[in-house]
């Protein structure tokens, strides 16, 4: 079981890194899209707000799908569908093409982040300890490639089919040999079957709204501040403060890489601290950079809170997840539990990203770029006050201070 665990650990890790690569690929060349199709800047944002609505679709009916049908398979078959969807929105040459290639794309990217999170709680529950912050670092590698890639491709002005094409050549093939070593729910519990058809009701379907709505809040007060700093950090730092126009590419940059640090060794931060104070942790630091940010009296004091927002935002949606996953199964009991509340989840996932952006632009006009950046400071403090949300009881697993059980430590306690 041991050898299981850890090749479907890597497997879903590189799914999680794939998926940072598409999703970077395709939002740091809008501009590029947009020329290639001659969308109008009016025009623009339809298309853009319909990836996220489409990626709320996907995720509810993946909470159907997932009744009767193994959220392996419904990852392995998605993300190749995302990532030949990216290839559709640059290889094509009419405003119709890039409509469909985006429709297909928004709603495989909701099966997708639905199914690898719950692969990821399904992992972490047969781990018993934190591993979750791992899968959501691979993904911030991942989207740091994507963007890497985007920037060359930009810089040599590689059409967007050129850019596209070998990372889609690369990445297919390999996430469908790595879905080989996928493990569901039902597999890491260790039933020796992991292949029967799910039946007699969606597992977690006793887990409704009102139990789950505090870590629904979490995760869209988490995406409001995600959104800010990808949409309105590079506008901030030269419209506000002033910085030259390379300066200003460089806050998302930072925000990236350091959110990929603090989820790097976040997993051992839950696992010495527990859950609770390291979300208490991770929205107060992320309160502080928008903070400094909305004060900031030059630019490099707001680089210092760009900063400061990577290194807090970076633990809450891993946790978020996780939190759901535990919750969801300590109410039904079943191993596949989970899937169900982690795919309502992750709609709130796509509602703030859709609320953030037009949100702080709305203040920024009608008031000023730095007070608006003090509501995503004031929500994602809400955070503390639904923390204990987060807390696990002592006997399940990813908790944080308990240890694995002497007979758990053949099951993958000892793993990657």
């Given at each position: ?336 539990a989970s899937d169900a509340a982690v795919a309502r989840l992750n709609v709130f996932n796509y509602v703030g990203f859709l609320i953030g952006s037009p949100l702080v632009g709305a203040l920024g006009d009608a008031w000023s770029y730095r007070g608006a950046m003090l509501v995503p400071m004031v929500l994602v403090l809400v955070t503390v006050v639904y923390a204990r949300s987060f807390e696990a009881r002592p006997d399940r697993y990813g908790g944080g201070h308990e240890r694995p059980r002497t007979a758990d430590v053949g099951r993958g306690s000892n793993g990657l």
């Amino acid at each position: 079981m041991t050898d299981v665990l850890r090749r479907g650990r890597v497997s879903l890790a590189f799914g999680f890194f794939a998926q940072g690569v598409a999703f970077a690929l395709l939002v740091t060349r809008i501009p590029a899209v947009q020329d290639r199709y001659g969308i109008s800047d009016a025009l623009l944002p339809v298309f853009l707000a319909a990836v996220p609505v489409l990626a709320g679709i996907g995720s509810v009916v993946t909470e159907r799908l997932v009744r009767r049908v193994r959220p392996s398979r419904l990852l392995r078959w998605s993300q190749p569908v995302v990532l030949l969807a990216l290839l559709g929105v640059g290889a094509g040459d009419r405003v119709a093409v890039l409509a469909v290639a985006l429709g297909v794309f928004g709603l495989a990217v909701g099966a997708l982040d639905a199914s690898m999170n719950m692969l990821g709680v399904s992992l972490q529950r047969a781990y018993r300890r934190s591993i979750m912050l791992g899968f959501h670092a691979a993904y911030s590698l991942g989207g740091i490639l994507g963007a890497s890639l985007a920037w060359a491709g930009a810089h040599w002005d590689l059409a967007l089919w050129v850019s596209y094409l070998p990372v889609v050549a690369v990445l297919v093939p390999a996430a469908l040999v790595g879905s080989r070593w996928y493990v569901d729910g039902e597999s890491a519990a260790g039933d020796g079957g992991g292949g029967a058809e799910r039946a007699g009701g969606a597992p977690g379907a006793g887990v409704g709204f009102k139990v789950l709505l505090p870590l629904c809040l979490v995760m869209t007060f988490a995406y409001i501040g995600d959104s800010t700093v990808s949409n309105w950090s590079a506008k901030y730092l030269q419209d506000v403060l002033g910085s030259s126009e390379q300066l200003a590419t460089v806050p998302y940059n930072v925000y990236m890489v350091t959110t990929l640090v603090g989820r790097a060794v976040g997993d051992f931060g839950v696992r010495r601290f527990g859950a609770v104070a390291v979300v208490r942790g991770g929205a107060v630091v992320a309160a502080g950079g928008f903070a400094v940010v909305a004060g900031a009296p030059e630019a490099w004091v707001g680089m210092l809170g760009f900063t400061l927002l990577g290194l807090g935002l970076c633990v809450l949606v891993p946790q978020t997840f996780a939190a759901a996953g535990r919750l969801a199964e300590e109410r039904d009991g079943r191993p596949g539990a989970s899937d169900a509340a982690v795919a309502r989840l992750n709609v709130f996932n796509y509602v703030g990203f859709l609320i953030g952006s037009p949100l702080v632009g709305a203040l920024g006009d009608a008031w000023s770029y730095r007070g608006a950046m003090l509501v995503p400071m004031v929500l994602v403090l809400v955070t503390v006050v639904y923390a204990r949300s987060f807390e696990a009881r002592p006997d399940r697993y990813g908790g944080g201070h308990e240890r694995p059980r002497t007979a758990d430590v053949g099951r993958g306690s000892n793993g990657l």
